[in-house]
């Protein structure tokens, strides 16, 4: 079995070549982060216009790169669900008329979903195991029970982390710092907190109280909005100069998002445990996502595993990233499961907003 994955949610086209054993036999992706950049957000229409520049394109390489012709491939997986309505309407239609040419069948896939069951392709990971998606659009704790058997224990209530990481960054204008000019707001922090004193500043833990798996962003972003216009002051500089206290924030921040994420995923092994929905000894935490990159939140989630008997899992960050590889993955688990595979697709529309399995956050919170 191969699979051909066509990948256009948010702001990357890629596609990718995969076989039944998980070997990546073609991709390509085309990036848009640096013109977004430019622009200081995706704006949907300019997004859509370059997937479409590029989607023929990208596809034609993965599929070339794999030396094989399109007549070996078994069938064609797709994103369809959630993300920005005009991006995932890209790939859409691109792939029906693919479909539709060479009478394949299709898959639709969930963009979490792929994003999840990834470490399987990797990793030989057996269900049920727990999954932490923390990155610039995503911040959830899934139980994975199945190729499409999901159970939503907490998301995050406002922003993502790294969607914050990327604010503050902003906000400390750290791309006018010498050493991180080229990083993303995350890594920059991550790289600056190593010459700061995370216990500097006292900012407030998120949810300190809360007993759900729930998450929240945003009340430590205007904290330290608020801890830097104060610095500003103090130290007598504008708005847009780099502050001499950069790295200390830094630092403090990062404690502060690594001891919330931390506390919340413990919350969800406890949880998982005691329902016995996880194994008390030998369980898997697999940690996905652009933020989950940075190894001080790592070894967090490490002092998480070890005080519950779990294994930590990180993909290899090109696979922790929007990729064409988890989609043509997916497909083939689910094409190793019979599910969800369209022999006449004519009539499946995109869905922009679509929760991960099934949401159980409010049963997690009471139960604690
Ligand atoms: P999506 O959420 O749709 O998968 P994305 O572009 O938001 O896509 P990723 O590419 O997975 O997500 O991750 C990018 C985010 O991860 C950015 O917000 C970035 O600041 C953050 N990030 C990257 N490296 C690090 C790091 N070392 N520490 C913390 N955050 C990081
Ligand atoms: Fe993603």
């Not at 608020?226 to 500003?232: M, V």
């Not at 998002?257 to 506390?263: D, Q, S, V, Y």
Request: charged residues 20%; glycine residues 8%.
């Amino acid at each position: 079995k191969i699979v051909l994955g066509i990948e256009t949610s948010c702001d990357d086209t890629a596609a990718a070549v995969v076989d039944e054993t998980g070997n990546v036999l073609g991709e390509a992706i085309h990036s848009q982060t640096e013109i977004h950049l430019k622009a200081g957000g995706i704006i949907p229409p300019v997004a859509q216009q370059l997937h479409r520049e590029n989607i023929h394109r990208i596809v034609q390489e993965a599929v070339s790169a794999s030396n094989l012709s399109p007549s070996d491939l078994s069938a064609i997986a797709t994103t369809i669900k959630p993300g920005l309505a005009l991006s995932l309407g890209v790939g859409l239609s691109f792939s029906l008329q693919l479909v539709n040419q060479l009478k394949k069948p299709f898959i639709p896939i969930h963009h979490m979903e792929a994003h999840a069951l990834t470490i399987r392709l990797t990793n030989n990971v057996e269900f049920p195991f727990l999954v932490l998606l923390i990155s610039g659009g995503h911040c959830l704790l899934a139980l994975v029970q199945g190729v499409s058997d999901f159970l939503l224990l907490g998301k995050s209530l406002d922003i993502a982390p790294g969607d914050m990481f990327d604010k503050v960054a902003r906000r400390l204008s750290l791309v006018k710092h010498p050493e991180c000019s080229t990083m993303s707001g995350g890594k920059a922090i991550e790289h600056l907190a190593k010459q700061g004193n995370k216990l500097c500043f006292d900012l407030k833990h998120p949810m300190q109280r809360a007993k759900s798996c729930d998450f929240s962003f945003s009340g430590l972003q205007s904290n330290v909005n608020k801890l830097i216009t104060q610095k500003e002051k103090e130290e007598g500089i504008e708005a847009g100069q780099v502050l001499s206290s950069a790295a200390d924030i830094a630092a403090s921040v990062q404690h502060t998002t690594a001891r919330h994420i931390a506390r919340t995923t413990y919350r969800a092994i406890s949880f998982c445990q005691k329902r016995s929905l996880l194994s008390q000894t030998n369980a898997v935490l697999v940690a996905s996502g652009g933020v989950a990159s940075n190894m001080y939140i790592r070894k967090a989630l490490e002092v998480v595993t070890d005080l519950t008997q779990c294994t930590l899992l990180c993909p290899p960050p090109k696979l922790c990233t929007d990729n064409g590889i988890m989609i043509a993955w997916n497909g083939i688990e689910r094409l190793r499961a019979g599910l969800g595979i369209l022999y006449n697709p004519e009539g499946i529309r995109y869905e922009p907003k679509c929760p991960l399995g099934l949401d159980i956050s409010k049963e997690v919170g009471e139960a604690a």
